[in-house]
C-alpha cells in the first residue's frame, strides 16, 4: 500500500515537474506569469493524437515533433506578442491569457468539445518491492527524467544555458556582459514550451484528450511553482516530487477533490512560514 | 467636459430599457448592471497592482450564501444579501493576509488557485450545493411585503447596487485612500517609510471589493433564481479582465465602459457561440498591443507628441 502510493505520487510528479519548470523558468527569465503553459501541454498532446493516433506515425517522433511543434510555437508567439510587454507584469498576464484562450477556441472549433483517445503504446504492469507499476506510466516518467537531465546538462554547460541563468540572476549586468536578452527571452519561452508540449505529448495516452485538459497540469505547475518558490528551478523539482506524492496519498485515502484542497493548504502553509517558497531566492 | 459627455450617455443608456420594455433587452440591462460592481472591484485591485483571480469565487460566495440562507433557514432577502456580501468578506479577511504577503505574482497565482478550488467545492459537495445540476428553487426578492417578479423590476435592484457600488469605489479612488493606493503601486519602499502600512491597506482593498462582489453574487442569485458552478469559473475571470482591458484598467470608469461594451457581446454572437472566446482573446491582444488604456483614453485629451 504505502509503496504503491509513493510509486503513484513519483510518476506522477515527474509530468508536474516539467509543466513547473518551463512555467518557473519563463518567470524567472521574463517576470511573466505564463497562463497560457497548460494549452501548450494541450497542443502536444493533439499533435500525438494526430500524428500517432490516426497516421501511425511511431510515438517518440510523434512525442518529439509535438514538443518541437510548441517550441517553435513559444518562439514565435515570444517574438511577436510578448517581447513588447517585458518587465510589465500585469500585461504580460493578461496576454498569456489571451493566448492561452485563443489555442482553447482554435482547439475547440477544431475538434469540438468531446474528449479523444489515443490507443497506448505500451501495456501491462510490471512489480517493484510489491507495488503494481504500469508501463506506459514508467515510459512517461523515464521519459520524463531524461528530459530533466537534459534540460540540467544545457543549464549547467551550453552557453545559452549559462546566459539564461545569468539573465535570471541580473538581467542588466547581463547585457553589461554582452548577452543578447533578446535571443535569451525567445530561448527560455521556446524551451519551456518545449517542456510543456513534451510534458502533454508523453500523457496523451494516460489521459483523455480535448481542448480543456491542459487546466489541470496547469493549475498543479501553479501549485507547485508556489511551493517550490517562483524562479527555482530545484524548487520546482523537490515542489513537483511533494506535491506528487501528497497528492498520491491522499487520493488514496480520500478522493482527488480533497486532495487537490489538501495541497492548497499545504501552499498556504508554506507561504505562511516561508513567503518565497521553499527554495525561492528572496525579491526585492 | 468629455466625462460629463460620457456620463450623459450611459445615464441615457441606463434609461433606454425602460423606453423599449422588451424583456429581452431588459435583461441584457440587468447583466450588464449585475457585472459592472463586480469589473470596478476588480478594477480597484488591478489598480493596486494585484490582479485578483478570486473575485468570481467571491461572487460566488456571495450568491450561494444569499440562496442557502433564504432556502434553509428562511432569512429574509435583504438580509441574506448583506450576510452574502459579509460571508465573501470574511473569506477575504481570513486568505487576504496570507495571499497578500508577497506583492505581484505570488498573489495572482494563489488567488487563481482559491477561485478554481471554491469552484470545486461548489461542484463536488452536491448536498449543499447542488453540484453542477445546479440548485434550484431560489425566492424572489421581497422586502416590506413587496415582492419583486418583473425583469424591469430586478434591473432597478441591480441598477440601485451597481450606482452605489460605482459611486463608492470612485469615492475611494479620489480620496486619500486612492492617493495612498497609487503611492503603494508607485514606489512601496518610500511609502512605508513614511508611514503607511501596506499589508493592511491592501487587505483592506481586497475585502472591500469582495464584499462587493458577494453582494453582486446575491443580487445574481435572486434574480436568475438558479445557481450553478460554472457561472463562477474561469470564463467569468476573463470576462471581467476584458472588461477592465477593454474600456481601461487604469480608471474606475474604465470598467464600467468595458461592462457596457462586453456584456451584450455573447448575444450578438450567438450564432457563432464556438467563436465567442476566439474573438475575446484577439480583442485582449488588440487594446494590450495598440490602445493599453482602454476605451476611455480616447476621451483624454491627446498630450503633445513626446
Redesign the interface.
Known sequence: MIQQMAVNGLLAGFIYVIMALGFSLI?GIM?I?NFAHGEFYMVGAVVVLFLFGSMGVPFFVAVLIGGVVCAVLGVVLERL?FR??VGD???G???S??????L???A??MFGPSEQTVQRPFSGTWGLFGAVVPWDRTVVAFCAMVVLLAFYLFLKYARLGLAMQAVAQDPDTASLMGVESGVVYAASFGIACLLAGLAGALMAPVYTIGPYMG?LPM?KA??V??LGG?GSLPGALLGGLLIGLSESVLSTLLDA?AA??AS?AI??LV??TR??GLMGRR?R | MRKAILFAVILVLAALPFLFGSRYIFHIATMIAVMVPLACSLNLM?QI?Q?SMAHPAFMGLGGYTCALLMMKLGVPPLGSLMAGGVVAAIFAVI?GP?FL??K???F???T???G??VN??FQ?WTSLFGGNSGLYGIPKFSILGWRLTQVSQYYVLAMSFASMAFLALRAVERSDMGAMYRALNEDEMLSRSLGADALAWRIGAFTFTAFIAGVSGGIYALYIGFLSPDAFG?RLT?DL?LMN?VGG?NVILGPLVGAIAIVPLPELLRDAK?????I???C??VF??FL?NGLVSLLAPRRGKA
Do not use: N
Open positions: 518567470f517576470r506569469v506578442l513588447r510587454l507584469e500585469l500585461g498576464m493578461i496576454m491569457l489571451a493566448v492561452g484562450i485563443i482553447q477556441s482554435v475547440l472549433i487546466e493549475l501553479f501549485v511553482v508556489i517562483l477533490t487537490l484542497i492548497f501552499v498556504l507561504v505562511l513567503p518565497t525579491t | 488591478l497592482g490582479m486568505f496570507v504577503r508577497i505581484g505574482v505570488y495572482v497565482l494563489l487563481y488557485a482559491f478554481q478550488i470545486l467545492v463536488e474561469w476573463v479582465l482591458v484598467a464556438q467563436f465567442q472566446l476566439l475575446y482573446g484577439c485582449l491582444i494590450l498591443l493599453k
